[in-house]
């Protein structure tokens, strides 16, 4: 759905559900993935229905993720980092963080 | 002399909240003037959602030159005031940190990562900005629909642009400049659908003021070159849907009971503006229903500071938050600056009469605007199983049963329903409800009662509570509920 204007010069790699993806050091996580083109973010909680970023500015929390384990993270807001372990975040965040 | 000799001692003079154009202008006269000053912004770096990504790109150079340029020299503009904020080394600007809470003493709850802590300050300033007017439509929930802000903020801070077929539906200056941003990186969307008519525009010009000259002669050269690049365009457009199963595939658009379909990979939306209310409303604010924006402003003395809603509160004293920028009242960038130096004037007592007379002059093309491109993709109310609540997916109809069945309290409908409860908190439903409620019974529309912590918080951050108030840990009280004052 996107593609990049300006090259990523020297990318970081983060992982979304196991699939590497070259990010632009310094750009938040929400960015990337849109780069990337995955289909969804999360699957809500109620209808299982896919979601991907609406707002991507933390107001409406439809870029809800799963980052390093610790689920209900807006990927908006997060800074990517090299080695960065993302999933997509299914339904509720569970107890301990977890999706 | 304080109440309670371990009453915890201010850790700044003012902390501004929002490193927009109005935090940023405000911060720097007041560092430059000897103030403490600590600023706390959500996002990685200073600009706000208007200069997003500014610093980074201007530090590309000639790699980001081309986008640089279709971004156009209103976003360049803010590099001086950037470059002020960084230069001003006394500035102690935290970004990255969430703000969950604010007190009208004075009191600042911040979230950083899984760090979260009290900060306190002789002022506050809630300078964070506004955010685009919720519009449920159906389809509004799909992947592939977002709003024209969500876009900017992937051409500014991810430096993309969109591929494929790009829709655009809604009304006011930033649809043009978007599809203007889009033409000059070569993407042609398919479709401009604007609920804005000619009659708007022509009502509109008895409140044209000399100072709007400039921003109506920028927004005729949008569309100029729209229409020279023969980008397809309808006007007076009365309702759209989003077309999908698991992606947004096609947009529905009526005038009247006239319909169009257009394929499209990419819907982006835009009804304009309204001020963010969650900070202040969570500090107490009175709020206040504004007809003619359609939206909820919290209410201010003349210069800025927060009128606190009658009832009960955590604190007691005078209020210490003064609004500035588009948190208080919706201007855009030129108007936020002169917003952020008034409020900066007022606390330090020097020439406020001339900055509150700058700031009243940069408001003046905004009452153009607001006439000339009301709200349209919002203006009536979504009805069947059109989605109201994004977090918890519950529709129109199940609200308006409860509403004929009698509920006439938001807060009632909200424990009724769960419509509010979700991650967001009400954000992006309580307008909804709020006019769908007030349909029935005729008045204003009532936002849902907040309370802190205004935007989720780990419960392993709030254990590690940094800068708490051991007054407020002691048990004092076995009610729930705040009392004024601590000595109860």
Known sequence: MFASVVPIGHP??????????????????????????????RRTPVSGGPRLPYCMIGHCFDCLVEIEGQGSQQACLVGVAEGMRIRLQNGAAGVGGGA | MPPFPDAPKPDADVIVIGAGPAGMAASVDLARAGRRVIVLDMQPGPGGQIYRGLEANLAEGAAAG???????????????????????????????????????????????????????????????????????????????????????TLLKAGQMKPLGRVAIAGTGPLVFLLADQFRRLGVRPVMLARTDRLRDQIGALPRLRLPAVPSLAKGAGWLARLRLAGIPMARGVTGIEAVGATKVEALRLWRGRQLTEVACDL????????????????????????????????????????????????????????????????????????HGR??????????????????????????????????GLSASLPTGNTTVCRCEEIDAAGLDGLIRAGAQDIDQIRGLSRCGMGPCQGRHCAVTLARMIAAQTGRAPVPFRARPPVRPLPLAALAALAGRDPRLTEIVSLDDKPVVGVDV
């Open chain 2, 342 to 375: 008034h409020v900066a004037a007022v606390l330090l007592a020097q020439g406020q009469s001339a900055s509150r007379t700058r700031l009243r002059k940069s408001l003046l093309p905004r009452r153009f605007l607001e006439a000339a491109f009301p709200p």
């Open chain 1, 12 to 41: 970081v790699t983060i992982h979304f559900d196991g699939r590497p993806i070259p990010a632009r050091e310094g750009e938040t996580v929400a960015a990337c993935l849109m780069r990337a083109g995955v289909p969804a973010f």
């Open chain 2, 66 to 152: 081309a986008l640089m340029t279709a971004l156009g020299p209103a976003y360049a503009a803010g590099a001086d005031l950037i470059r002020a904020f960084r230069g001003t080394e006394s500035i102690d600007f935290r970004p990255g940190h969430t703000v969950w809470e604010v007190r009208r003493d004075g009191t600042v709850g911040w979230l950083q990562g899984t760090k979260a802590g009290y900060l306190r300050a002789a002022h506050v300033v809630l300078a964070n900005g506004a955010m685009e007017r919720p519009v449920p439509f159906p389809g509004w929930t799909l992947p592939g629909v977002m709003t024209a802000g969500a876009v900017q």
């Open chain 2, 267 to 338: 819907l982006v939306v835009h009804d304009g503006v309204v001020p963010s209310i969650d900070l202040a409303q969570g500090a107490g604010a009175r709020i206040e229903w504004n007809q003619g924006l359609q939206a909820w402003q919290a209410a201010t003395e003349e210069d800025g500071v927060m009128v606190p809603a009658p009832g009960a509160s955590l604190v007691d004293g005078p209020c210490r938050i003064l609004m500035s920028g588009d948190a208080r009242q919706i201007g855009g960038a030129e108007a936020a600056m002169a």
